[in-house]
């Protein structure tokens, strides 16, 4: 463990502790409870060993902390629910929200999700928590309408945002007290197909800005959809991107052409890594290692695995990586 531990902290200084390996999904049911939803975090990580665990809260966006509830009679093949009815429905509505406490409800109880993992399984394991965006939060609390409520109620859109972002913010902060090494910050907005370049600089970035700062811990950028805006998040103050590399492109070795960043990628989440054989996935490992010669690599997912993954992909995921740094 400690020396998974000393690839972390080499990669958060700088460094390059050859290829990293993380891999990552939802554990629908054992997320509805924050002590079942350790010990599946915890079993899932004493299994695969991955030289971090990222740790997945229900779906929902953490919009669950304004009252959004998932439909949870309806669950997909990587343990993502249905969604549920808007909380935020007219744009006037935005001007209605308030900061959500951090510290007790669904925020408090995905800390305590934090705490429960330090705790069993001790100082050396680098823990990563998710953190949604607050554009992204909103999307989910309104149905994706608040893009066209920017529009049709300026000041009461941005209202909401602010108690949004506060939150948001103050949830990534406790973050790390509760025990997390680093921050998962996932994006919807920065897309071509969401908000465009001129309107996410406007409205999405300053708010992104705020959280990561506030967060005060190593950050992998994770832009979820197609067309991401990486001109527009280039500056971020963030330790690695993510994205969907396999499925939407660009590739890793197109971005590591246009960036010294670590990359996080490599492994297409609707691909083989479900779907495939040790074999298959093996190879789509070295591809990827292959497109990233510098060692500055997270081979990880564009997006959660499925749930059904078989177990001897995800050591293939491990055990190719392992002999890369070895060799």
Known sequence: MADRNERWTELVRGGTPGPLSALWRHFPGDDLDPERLARAHADFYRRFPFDFLKVTW?????????????????????????????????????????????????????LDVLARLRRELGEHVPLVATVFSPMTVAATLSGAKVYAHLGEDPAATRAGLAAVTATIAAFARKAGEA??????????????????????????????LEVIAASQLPTILHLHGEDPLFAEVADYPVLAVNWHDRRVGPSLADMRRLTDRVLAGGVNDQGVIGSGDPREVAAEVEDALRQVPDGRLIVAPGCVIPV????????????????????
């Open 308 to 327: 059904d993954s078989a177990a001897a992909n995800l050591d293939a995921v491990i055990a190719t990586v392992r002999r890369a740094r070895e060799g």
């Open 58 to 110: 229900t779906a929902g966006s953490l919009g669950q902390a304004w009252g959004y509830r998932c439909e949870l009679s309806r669950v997909d093949a990587y343990g993502v629910y249905g969604d549920g009815p808007p909380v935020v429905q007219r744009a006037a509505q935005w001007a209605d929200l308030e900061p959500a406490a951090v510290d007790r409800g669904f925020l408090g109880d995905q």
């Open 179 to 208: 025990g997390a090494d680093g921050i998962f910050y996932a994006t919807s907005s920065a897309s071509g197909r969401v908000l465009g370049p001129e309107r996410f600089r406007a409205f999405a970035r300053p708010l992104d």
